[in-house]
């Protein structure tokens, strides 16, 4: 079956850099979630779209966009990238009243 | 707003004996979604077992199951005949009801359970 697809699967940037992660969801799901996992610690929900239209905003920082495009693709960009942004990036995508399924996660590192 | 917290940060299980894994949540709200997550070495977040709040019926999925006790808001998984592969940290996830508008259905999660399986 096919399963949420992350790109990339690993990044490294520099601080005050740019940095744009791509998902793209299980054909069919109308909704895509993105959530922030720091070492150690659980996932933290940033933000969701349900058919193209953002449907949730959680604790994203301003330096952070994210939109959903036509093919259902999201897209999440961060800017003036600092130290405390390394974290595992998870998208997730579902039939929106239904489980979430997630991606393999992109770890981003800042330098 | 909704928390989920899991108190024990650690367990250990023998293999092949039955392990719980507890979990209690805070919310004002009468319809929602539990979950349980699996999280090994690899970092993939896993699906594990899903229990809708007004079922009273435990979910069940081959060795994982739950005891939903929904006026005490805690949400327990047993796993049974535990497999060194079953090592692993754990989330508990709480899900509200989801609105027409595809809003609510962010997953708020607990700080999780490391598990590890003695051979």
């Known amino acids: 079956a096919a399963g949420v697809i992350q790109s990339p699967r690993h990044l490294i940037k520099e601080k005050r850099e740019t940095a744009t992660l791509k998902c793209y969801p299980i054909?069919?799901?109308?909704?895509v979630y993105w959530y922030q996992q720091g070492p150690g610690q659980d996932p933290q929900f940033l933000i969701s779209?349900?058919?193209?239209?953002?449907?949730d905003k959680g604790s994203i920082p301003d330096r952070f966009s994210a939109q959903q495009f036509s093919d259902y693709h999201s897209e999440l960009n961060m800017s003036s990238l600092e130290l405390g942004d390394s974290a595992l990036y998870f998208c997730?995508?579902?039939?929106?009243?239904?489980?979430?399924?997630f991606g393999p996660g992109t770890r981003l590192t800042v330098t | 707003a909704q928390t989920v917290t899991q108190s024990q940060p650690e367990m250990s299980v023998q293999e092949a004996e039955t392990v719980t894994l507890s979990c209690t949540y805070d919310?004002?709200?009468?319809?929602?979604?539990l979950f349980w997550y699996k999280q090994p070495p690899s970092r993939q977040m896993i699906l594990v077992i899903r229990?809708?709040?007004?079922?009273?019926q435990n979910a069940t999925e081959n060795r994982f199951s739950v005891n939903f006790q929904k006026a005490a808001k805690s949400f327990s998984l047993k796993i049974s005949d535990s497999q060194l592969g079953d090592a692993a940290m754990y989330f508990c996830?709480?899900?509200?009801?989801?609105?027409?508008?595809?809003?609510?259905?962010?997953?708020?999660f607990g700080k999780g359970i490391t598990l590890s399986v003695r051979p």
């Open positions: 997730a995508s579902s039939l929106v009243a239904y489980e979430q399924y």
């Open positions: 054909p069919r799901h109308d909704t």
């Open positions: 779209f349900y058919e193209k239209m953002q449907s």
């Open positions: 919310t004002s709200e009468s319809d929602y979604y």
């Open positions: 229990q809708e709040a007004y079922k009273q």
């Open positions: 996830a709480y899900r509200s009801a989801v609105k027409d508008t595809g809003a609510n259905s962010k997953l708020t």
